[in-house]
């Protein structure tokens, strides 16, 4: 089955799109899917990818490193004016469909999750599962649970996806509590070290969009580890939106 609109290719006026997502390769930091609470936040998300380096990469030892957007080194000009120009656009007042902006990572990996090989928790095959979820949630047809860094599914939500697309899955409450888990410290690591790093670049918009968004994020996954510790599972996380 192709997803290709051969009608939309085409129309002069363009094309609405609802969904767009930011990924790299994280071993221990983001669950496989979050949807931003809003425009700012999900333009962090691209700013904070951080992926492990391949074999392809010269020196490569498998380590966690920056990779803003996934693809800095083709950015022609300063990160902070990459950044300005997808602040000013995603908040556009102008801009009549509001996108989702999201997150996604399939590479996390047993070990960081409290488990005892190496294996990855996901494979490529499930991001169909995760893009067909953010399409429902653009769609308002999916609720998904409000969280400290976003909007994550429910297990029902994405069982029902897996069920549906890969049925030979076989997907289950452990895996999804273990994919879906928050680790706080991790979280909060990761922007403390993006935020540094940041400091340092040339151009990061005013008013500081940026350090203003991340120190709001922290602030609640502060209280969140404050209230339930620093590893907090999907059933522990209440509201539904």
Do not use: C, H
């Not at 502060?222 to 209440?238: H, N």
Request: charged share 25%; net charge negative.
């Amino acid at each position: 089955m192709s997803n290709f609109n051969e009608d939309a290719a085409n129309d002069a006026k363009g094309v609405d799109t609802g969904v767009f997502t930011y990924s790299g390769r994280d071993t221990d930091t983001m669950p496989p899917v979050v949807a931003s609470l809003t425009a700012e936040e999900g333009v962090t998300f691209g700013a904070d990818i951080a992926s492990q380096t391949t074999a392809t990469e010269v020196g490569s030892k498998g380590e966690i490193k920056r990779s803003p957007w996934a693809n800095a080194p083709f950015f022609l000009g300063a990160l902070g004016d990459y950044m300005d120009g997808q602040f000013r656009f995603f908040t556009n007042p102008k801009l009549k469909v509001k996108p989702v902006l999201a997150s996604l990572n399939y590479f996390l990996t047993d070990e960081t999750r409290g488990g005892d090989t190496k294996k990855l928790l996901g494979e490529k095959r499930d991001v169909r599962v995760w893009l067909t979820w953010l399409a429902r949630l653009a769609n308002k047809e999916v609720t998904g649970i409000k969280t400290a860094i976003g909007i994550i599914p429910t297990f029902e939500e994405v069982n029902s996806i897996f069920n549906e697309l890969i049925p030979d899955k076989g997907y289950t409450q452990e895996l999804y509590n273990k994919q879906f888990a928050l680790y706080v410290d991790n979280i909060i690591a990761r922007i403390d070290m993006q935020v540094e790093a940041y400091k340092k670049e040339a151009n990061v918009p005013e008013p500081e969009i940026y350090f203003e968004t991340q120190a709001a994020k922290k602030v609640r996954l502060e209280a969140l580890k404050a209230e339930k510790g620093f590893v907090v599972v999907p059933d522990q996380l209440a509201e539904i939106v």
